[in-house]
């Protein structure tokens, strides 16, 4: 079996161009391990259009376990379940994972599990950064919030930013070894087929050109129709009549899950005090590195290091949008060069215009269940995270984790469809943790960004935050954020049957 497949328009599927499964062949740089700031990160390759790719290879119709979403929850979850003999098929609605609107973090805990899948060197060999504090810019000097050298004493003593489209590609590359793993590109999921009120399965609509905007939801289908116990049902909206039958479906499709809304399961929303302005702007050569978060006044703007540019997040109030749009591009970029006068120089052609600056709508949810007979939700699709602190990536790997442990232990031994029981243990197993990551970061976006954007945090230096001050006075409480940032609560290992030994060359 052919095992990276291109879903064509015509309802065909067609082998992947190789540059999509080999990941060594574009990664740049080196090993830059050991150093806090080192390597160009983000080259973008151009995107290669499936219609270029040869043709003839037939549409998997059956596997054990459907994948909705080749982002981090789903890629690790399709290279672990494979690595475990259980037949999978990851489902990506996308031709490749080219978006802007990825967050670029890997976090230390992470790192740990790819040393143990055996994936170490190949994560170095990406072009990446290490970074080993957090750290926030006021006016009246710098604040480091978390120091990761202080708290992380084993391997992995930082988080690591890469481009995320190149940790899925080497994670694809990985998986795409495994003789039971399936990644399809270009297949969209618009509904859930059922049989005898069981989830069977997916309805796929073939999507080969175009996307949605920057940060937009993707279109969303009506919810499918719950059918007649007993009778099966497809999706009628599929175009293409696809129908992909699995013992069990894994909704890892994100923050606007289309399978969450086809299985009926409403989250429980938190809310968000703000939104997000979501652009780029060139960087220049003897800027910082890393990631940066900057707050002034009234504004605040987090910035990560991609290479040639700045992948910039300008904070906004909720509802803010239109009134700061009719302010116009002049306005928005005489904050940019007050909130940051280095950039100053750049702000004349970038952001060129203000369609080139997305809303980004913020969402913190939770389901109250995480399953259906024959489907399970984790990562953002089971719970839509704000970027505040940068663990939602974390989060949904840590997830992808437990399910193999749980569901893919139980799967490797039983045949046919996975008992609730054993579904419902994921979410009891992964609950507390992302209560308490949400309970994070909404005091965080409460008590810190929300108060900054009102104008109610002024940044001298007597007026600094109480919680800031005491981590500045006391270096060694870094240490608190730094784990909960870098590692998280309740770490998760991999299976023993997932894992791999590295081949290190003789020196
Ligand atoms: C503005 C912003 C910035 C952020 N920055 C960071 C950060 O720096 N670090 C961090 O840790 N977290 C960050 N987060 C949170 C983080 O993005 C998410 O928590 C994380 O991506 C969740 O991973 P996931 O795999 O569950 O879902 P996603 O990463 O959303 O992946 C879902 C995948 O499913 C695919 N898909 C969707 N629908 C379908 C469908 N119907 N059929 C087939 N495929 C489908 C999508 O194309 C996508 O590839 C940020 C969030 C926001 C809003």
């Given at each position: 079996m052919r095992r990276t497949v291109n879903a064509d328009d015509g309802g065909r599927i067609v082998p992947s161009s190789p540059a999509f499964g080999a990941f060594a062949a574009h990664?740049?740089?080196?090993?830059?391990?050991?150093?806090a700031s080192v390597a160009r990160v983000g080259v973008r390759r151009p995107r290669e259009s499936p219609a270029a790719y040869a043709e003839g290879m037939a549409a998997p119709e059956r596997t054990r376990v459907a994948v909705v979403g080749g982002g981090p929850a789903g890629m690790f979850l399709g290279l672990l379940l494979a690595r475990g003999g259980i037949d999978t098929v990851v489902l990506e609605k996308h031709p490749d994972f080219l978006r802007d609107f990825r967050g670029d973090t890997v976090h230390a805990s992470t790192l740990g599990l790819l040393d143990e899948l055996g994936l170490g060197s190949a994560f170095a060999a990406l072009p990446h950064r290490l970074v080993d504090s957090v750290e926030i810019q006021l006016d009246a000097g710098t604040v480091r919030l978390a120091d990761f050298g202080r708290a992380l004493p084993g391997l992995h003593p930082h988080v690591a930013f890469v481009p995320q489209w190149d940790f899925l590609e080497m994670l694809a590359g990985a998986a795409e070894r495994e003789p039971h793993f399936t990644l399809v590109r270009s297949a969209e999921v618009v509904g859930l087929t059922h049989d005898a009120g069981r989830v069977a399965g997916v309805g796929l609509r073939d999507y080969a050109v175009g996307e949605p905007a920057v940060g937009e939801p993707a279109v969303v289908e009506p919810a499918v129709v719950e059918p007649a116990v007993g009778e099966r049902s497809v999706a009628e909206s599929t175009s293409s009549g696809h129908v992909l039958a699995a013992d069990l479906v894994v909704a890892c499709?994100?923050?606007?899950?289309t399978v969450r809304e086809a299985a009926g399961l409403i989250p429980r929303t938190f809310g968000s005090p703000v939104d997000i302005w979501w652009f780029r702007v060139p960087r220049h050569e003897g800027d910082p590195g890393g990631g940066i978060g900057r707050l002034s006044g009234h504004e605040f703007m987090i910035m990560i290091d991609r290479g040639d540019t700045w992948q910039c997040g300008y904070l906004i109030a909720k509802g803010a949008d239109a009134a700061l749009r009719a302010e116009g591009l002049g306005a928005f970029r005489e904050k940019l060069a007050r909130l940051q006068p280095w950039l100053a120089d750049r702000l004349d052609a970038s952001?060129?215009?203000?369609?080139d600056v997305k809303l980004l709508n913020i969402i913190l949810e939770r389901l109250?269940?995480?399953?259906r007979d024959g489907l399970l939700l984790i990562g953002d699709a089971a719970h839509p995270m704000s970027?505040?602190?940068?663990v939602g990536i974390n989060l949904a790997i840590q997830d992808a984790v437990a399910t193999a442990q749980i569901v893919g232990q139980w799967m490797r031994h039983h045949p046919g469809p996975v008992p609730a029981d054993v579904l419902s243990e994921v979410r009891r197993r992964r609950l507390l943790p992302t209560v308490l990551v949400q309970a994070f970061q909404r005091a965080a976006a409460r008590g810190i960004v929300s108060r900054a954007l009102k104008g109610e945090i002024a940044t001298s230096r007597t007026a600094i935050p109480l919680p800031l001050r005491v981590l500045a006075r006391f270096p060694i409480l870094q240490a608190i954020p730094a784990r909960f940032i870098a590692i998280g609560p309740r770490p998760e290992h991999t299976p023993s049957w997932a894992r791999r030994l590295e081949r290190i060359a003789p020196r």
């Open positions: 990664s740049a740089a080196g090993d830059e391990r050991g150093c499709d994100g923050r606007w899950s952001p060129a215009s203000l369609d109250e269940e995480w399953h970027p505040v602190g940068g």
